[in-house]
């Protein structure tokens, strides 16, 4: 059971490039979020799928497409990217049951725009 | 609207001192209300959670926290602090509705001194 897995690990991209940021979860769960990581910004969602076949948008979505695959997987892309984009990347899901279920977290992306 | 703030986005303790982190939310329900712990380099799994079963909420690794609605805190405890437990610690309180969104505070770095 490996959880919530991410891929890539780490990314260069030059402004401009484009780039889609893969994430899965083995767990059956049926909601799925987007976040990203910035220092003394906390986490900010981009974008949340709260079901298979459903996606929304979180806080800061600009700049991002996303698309819920199937109920596994979950991927965030970059059609042109800038500077302000570079940050770490958290994918995250829950079960979408009981409010007080709680999300689970896959380990990041760390991404670099150049 | 919902909200959390975590008072001392930076709080340093020596190894065997008591750690207290600080967390105080705003919320027009019930809250279902969250710790959780983010390692260098790593991303972010669950402390503890208070789900309203019991006001005192034990999590791993020896953290506890206390549900107190009359001071809408959530403060989050530690005895002794170990040298491992220096990392990033987020509070956040479930959203109402079924989509199982989080509001996050901004997070508090716990560094522990020798």
């Known amino acids: 059971n490996a959880g919530v897995t991410q891929t890539p690990k780490f990314q260069v991209l030059k402004t401009g490039q484009s780039m889609t940021l893969q994430c899965a979860q083995d767990?059956?769960?049926?909601?799925m979020y987007w976040y990203r990581q910035d220092p003394g910004m906390g986490l900010r969602l981009i974008y949340y799928?709260?079901?298979?076949?459903?996606?929304d948008k979180g806080e800061v979505p600009n700049g991002y497409n996303v698309s819920r695959l199937n109920k596994r997987e979950f991927s965030l892309r970059l059609e042109s990217a800038a500077p302000s984009q570079t940050s770490v990347y958290f994918c995250?899901?829950?079960?979408?049951?009981?409010?007080?279920?709680?999300?689970?977290f896959g380990p990041g992306t760390r991404l670099t725009v150049t | 609207a919902q909200s959390v703030t975590q008072l001392g986005s930076h709080v340093s303790v020596s190894e065997g001192a008591l750690v207290l982190l600080r967390c105080n939310y705003s919320?027009?329900?019930?809250?279902?209300l969250f710790w959780y712990v983010q390692y260098p380099n790593q991303g972010l799994q669950l402390l503890l959670k208070?789900?309203?079963?019991a006001t005192l909420v034990k999590g791993i690794n020896g953290f506890e926290a206390e549900f107190k609605k009359s001071e809408t805190s959530f403060h989050l405890t530690k005895p002794s602090a170990h040298m491992s437990d220096a990392a990033e610690y987020f509070c956040?309180?479930?959203?109402?509705?079924?989509?199982?969104?989080?509001?996050w505070g901004l997070g508090t770095s716990l560094a522990v001194n020798p």
């Open positions: 995250a899901s829950n079960s979408g049951g009981s409010l007080y279920y709680e999300q689970y």
């Open positions: 767990m059956n769960h049926n909601s």
């Open positions: 799928s709260a079901s298979e076949g459903t996606t």
């Open positions: 919320s027009s329900v019930p809250p279902y």
């Open positions: 208070y789900t309203s079963a």
């Open positions: 956040a309180v479930s959203l109402a509705g079924n989509n199982r969104k989080l509001i």
